[in-house]
């Protein structure tokens, strides 16, 4: 059975794809979504980054900063990944001078300080952020019910990571077929983050969703997952 690792993102364990995605797929695919160190089950702190290497070929399947690692992965062993299907994903997460389609340094370092001083009142405006325009009330609920059970460990060390990725100078050498998939109303990542992967990626294409936010899978779920089914 053909397998899809699925990376989730900062704030929120494996378990966001469950009930969006996890379910549709689960009946044709072998489906595994694990968490980062001090996220969900996975207590321990450390280095967030736990995967690091993959034993089987599998399709990635990354969230925002699961993006990230997925790129990383992709580049890192490339023939045991088979395609990359990107949710929400940027290369470079703040902004530089060579680069405005992240988020405003002073936006990050200000959120930053509030993870450090008060990780629950940080988590509860990270999930408002990845509201989008036109906020769904049982999305809400759900990223509400999990930003619960990520360590503040993980939580900074997943910003840290944030703030000191950035693999523009690298995604060229990743040529395996990828699918961009984002939301117009972002509020985290903006969307011209994943067209400027587009036209990066030696082998991408892009599809836009216009409403759902930074979390956009969750709205979107059955969408989502046919664009994934067809890229596996």
């Not at 053909?2 to 689960?26: C, E």
């Not at 996975?42 to 290497?53: A, H, L, M, Y």
């Not at 599809?207 to 956009?216: D, I, L, P, Y």
């Amino acid at each position: 059975m053909r397998q899809i690792l699925m990376l989730h993102g900062w704030g929120f364990p494996g378990a966001v794809y469950n009930t969006s995605l996890i379910d549709k797929l689960a009946t044709d695919f072998e489906v595994r979504a694990p968490d980062r160190r001090g996220y969900g089950g996975n207590v321990d702190n450390g280095d967030s980054c736990e995967i690091t290497r993959l034993d089987s070929p599998a399709l990635l399947v990354g969230w925002s900063l699961g993006g990230l690692a997925a790129l990383q992965l992709a580049r890192r062993q490339p023939d045991m990944v088979t395609g990359l299907v990107l949710l929400a994903t940027t290369p470079c997460f703040v902004n530089h001078l060579d680069w405005t389609f992240g988020m405003d340094n002073e936006v990050f370092d200000a959120f930053h300080k509030l993870v450090v001083d008060d990780p629950v009142t940080a988590m509860q405006q990270f999930v408002r952020l990845n509201a989008g325009r036109r906020p769904d009330g049982q999305s809400t609920v759900v990223l509400s019910d999990l930003s619960s059970k990520v360590t503040p460990y993980a939580l900074q060390h997943g910003m840290s990571e944030l703030a000191e990725t950035d693999l523009r100078d690298v995604v060229t050498e990743i040529d395996q077929p990828v699918l961009l998939l984002h939301a117009a109303d972002d509020r985290v990542v903006p969307a011209t983050a994943s067209s400027w992967l587009q036209e990066n990626l030696p082998n991408a294409r892009r599809f836009e969703f216009q409403t759902g936010g930074h979390a956009f899978f969750l709205q979107q779920a059955d969408e989502v997952a046919e664009h994934i089914r067809a890229m596996a």
